[in-house]
C-alpha cells in the first residue's frame, strides 16, 4: 500500500517556524515530483511548493516565497517543507503529495497533476 505520512505540525506563534516532513512508504518517489498542498477552513486546497525528482526545479507559491524552503531526500524517501516567519494567514491543513510522472523538468502546480496524497498536517499560526 502506498502511503505519504506528514509530520511537524501544529501550534507556533507569528514569526515562528516550523518543519514539515513527509515520509513515504510502499513505493519509492525518487524520480516523481513531490510537494506541499494546503488548506485553510473555507477554502479551496492550494499549491505551497513543489520539487522535481532532481531537485533542479523548484517552485513556491508567490505567499510562500523568501519564507517557505522545500527540499528533498531520496535515499529517505522523504520531502521536507522549512517554514520561517509564519503568518496567521498560514493557517491550514498541509498536504504531502507526488506527481503520477516521473522524469518532469517542469512543476506543475495544479492539484489534478498529483494523484498520491498525504492524510494531511495541521498547521496553526496564532497572532
Known amino acids: 500500500q502506498v502511503q505519504l505520512l506528514e509530520s511537524g505540525g501544529g501550534l507556533v506563534q507569528a514569526g515562528g517556524s516550523l518543519r514539515l516532513s513527509c515520509v513515504a512508504s510502499?513505493?519509492?518517489?525518487?524520480?516523481?515530483?513531490m510537494g506541499w498542498f494546503r488548506q485553510a477552513p473555507g477554502k479551496e486546497r492550494e499549491f505551497v511548493a513543489a520539487?522535481?525528482?532532481?531537485?533542479?526545479?523548484?517552485s513556491y507559491a508567490d505567499s510562500v516565497r523568501g519564507r517557505f524552503t522545500i527540499s528533498r531526500d531520496n535515499a529517505k524517501k522523504s520531502v521536507y517543507l522549512q517554514m520561517n516567519n509564519l503568518k496567521p494567514e498560514d493557517t491550514a491543513v498541509y498536504y504531502c503529495?507526488?506527481?503520477?510522472?516521473?522524469?518532469?523538468?517542469?512543476?506543475?502546480?495544479?492539484?489534478?497533476?498529483?494523484?498520491?496524497w498525504g492524510q494531511g498536517t495541521q498547521v496553526t499560526v496564532s497572532s
Open positions: 503529495t507526488a506527481d503520477r510522472n516521473t522524469f518532469s523538468t517542469v512543476i506543475v502546480t495544479t492539484q489534478t497533476r498529483y494523484n498520491f
Open positions: 520539487i522535481n525528482w532532481s531537485g533542479g526545479r523548484i
Open positions: 510502499g513505493r519509492t518517489f525518487s524520480y516523481n515530483t
